[in-house]
T-cell receptor, first 115, second 114 residues
Framework: DAGVIQSPRHEVTEMGQEVTLRCKPI?????LFWYRQTMMRGLELLIY????????DSGMPEDRFSAKMPNASFSTLKIQPSEPRDSAVYFC?????????????FGPGTRLTVL | AQKVTQAQTEISVVEKEDVTLDCVYE???????LFWYKQPPSGELVFLIR??????QNEISGRYSWNFQKSTSSFNFTITASQVVDSAVYFC???????????FGKGTHLIIQP
């Protein structure tokens, strides 16, 4: 079975450009998580969906970031406009149930570089 | 605000030694969840365990065990008979379900020397 799929794996863009990161969760999973990892801030949970509904978005840094989950098999994280401080590895994860109740499975991550 | 402290920045042991990674947390929530994650040198993230605040039973999974003690606000992780493949950064995290979101510790870099 395919695991969590993220695309692209690497993204290099210039400041001010729009960036869209994509995630396909494991089939049958009903929770999806977006994490960010930087040297300065460490690991952060940006947003958590359950049954396609955002449950906890307290980690979303600011209005430049938005996340959607239009259906159970796809989610996007968009940054508009991007800034150099957004450079990070972005991980997507999915699980069978709510945060705290089931194991999370991670995608390989998207390494974003904003010049 | 909630807080997770992993005081050990780096630990280095020789293979086959037992090693304990400490995690101390602070929260005002009465219901909360604790987690451990592993990040090997390859960079991927691996979810190891979750524990809710009402379940203080220790858990063992092979060479891994976790000791949750509410009295000391600690959720420590022990690897028995460590192996080189256990070398990784390990993160402890806390979620109270409120506005603080999921709070991570800064991680402990574990080095297992052959």
């Amino acid at each position: 079975d395919a695991g969590v799929i993220q695309s692209p794996r690497h993204e290099v863009t210039e400041m001010g450009q729009e960036v869209t990161l994509r995630c396909k969760p494991i089939s049958g999973h009903n929770s999806l998580f977006w994490y960010r990892q930087t040297m300065m801030r460490g690991l952060e949970l940006l947003i958590y969906f359950n049954n396609n509904v955002p449950i906890d978005d307290s980690g979303m840094p600011e209005d430049r970031f938005s996340a959607k989950m239009p259906n159970a098999s796809f989610s996007t994280l968009k940054i508009q406009p991007s800034e150099p401080r957004d450079s990070a590895v972005y991980f997507c994860a999915s699980s069978l149930g709510a945060l705290g109740t089931h194991t999370q499975y991670f995608g390989p991550g998207t390494r974003l570089t904003v010049l | 605000a909630q807080k997770v402290t992993q005081a050990q920045t780096e630990i280095s042991v020789v293979e086959k030694e037992d090693v304990t990674l400490d995690c101390v947390y602070e929260t005002r929530d009465t219901t909360y969840y604790l987690f451990w994650y592993k990040q090997p040198p390859s960079g991927e993230l691996v979810f190891l365990i979750r524990r809710n605040s009402f379940d203080e039973q220790n858990e063992i999974s092979g060479r891994y065990s976790w000791n949750f003690q509410k009295s000391t606000s600690s959720f420590n992780f022990t690897i028995t008979a460590s192996q080189v493949v256990d070398s990784a950064v390990y993160f402890c995290a806390l979620w109270g379900g409120g506005a603080d979101g999921l709070t991570f510790g800064k991680g402990t870099h574990l080095i297992i020397q052959p």
